[in-house]
């Protein structure tokens, strides 16, 4: 069964659990390859609330930068150009808050916000810097680096050389 950790089982599988009321708990466990502990808890949810849906799943910890979202998205919507490191800076500084680099990147994108640069440039009427494959290919454009030959005698087009080079 294809399980994440964090994500709740499938509707579908919980009722089939509590379908078989009259089998013992590792026999239903068993049947539907699953864990005893999942059964039990099942069961006890079932019991306590009445509800066979699975409870809300919490973040008992909350962000550290959460009630500054909207000071960020003012931030960024300012137009400034500013790298993470930059925004790091600017939160300690203004708001006492020391961040980590990953801290300030994942509330940037749970708040849906985007610091790329090559966005900014169109805007400007800049152009944006060459890619990482635009670097790799040859000057015709072929994808091919400037071998003259690969291991087997091969060339660019692929036709055999006579190997006298």
Same mark, same amino acid.
């Given at each position: 069964?294809?399980w994440?950790?964090g994500?709740?089982y499938?509707?579908?599988?919980?009722?089939?659990?509590?379908g078989?009321?009259?089998l013992?708990?590792r026999?239903?466990?068993?049947r539907?390859?699953?864990?005893p502990?999942?059964?039990?808890?099942?069961?006890?949810?079932l019991?306590?609330?009445?509800?066979?849906?699975?409870?809300? &799943? @919490?973040?008992h910890?909350?962000?550290?930068? #959460?009630?500054?979202?909207?000071?960020? @998205?003012?931030?960024? #919507?300012?137009?400034?150009?500013?790298?993470? #490191?930059?925004?790091?800076? %600017?939160?300690?500084?203004?708001h006492?808050?020391?961040v980590? &680099?990953?801290? $300030? %990147?994942?509330?940037?994108?749970?708040l849906?916000?985007?610091?790329k640069?090559t966005?900014?440039?169109?805007l400007?009427g $800049?152009?944006? #810097?060459?890619g990482? @494959?635009?670097?790799r290919?040859?000057?015709d454009?072929?994808?091919?680096?400037g071998?003259?030959?690969?291991?087997?005698?091969?060339d660019?087009?692929?036709?055999?050389?006579?190997?006298?080079?």
């Amino acid at each position: 069964m294809a399980w994440r950790r964090g994500r709740a089982y499938g509707q579908d599988l919980r009722e089939r659990v509590l379908g078989a009321a009259g089998l013992s708990l590792r026999a239903v466990a068993a049947r539907f390859a699953v864990s005893p502990s999942y059964v039990a808890k099942v069961r006890a949810r079932l019991r306590e609330t009445g509800e066979a849906t699975p409870g809300p &799943q @919490r973040n008992h910890v909350p962000s550290r930068l #959460a009630p500054l979202a909207d000071a960020l @998205r003012a931030r960024v #919507a300012s137009g400034s150009d500013a790298s993470l #490191a930059e925004l790091r800076a %600017w939160v300690l500084a203004e708001h006492g808050v020391r961040v980590s &680099q990953p801290v $300030m %990147w994942k509330t940037l994108a749970r708040l849906d916000l985007t610091l790329k640069k090559t966005r900014l440039a169109n805007l400007a009427g $800049m152009p944006a #810097a060459p890619g990482r @494959r635009d670097r790799r290919r040859g000057h015709d454009g072929s994808g091919f680096a400037g071998f003259a030959h690969d291991a087997f005698g091969r060339d660019a087009r692929g036709d055999v050389s006579s190997g006298l080079g």
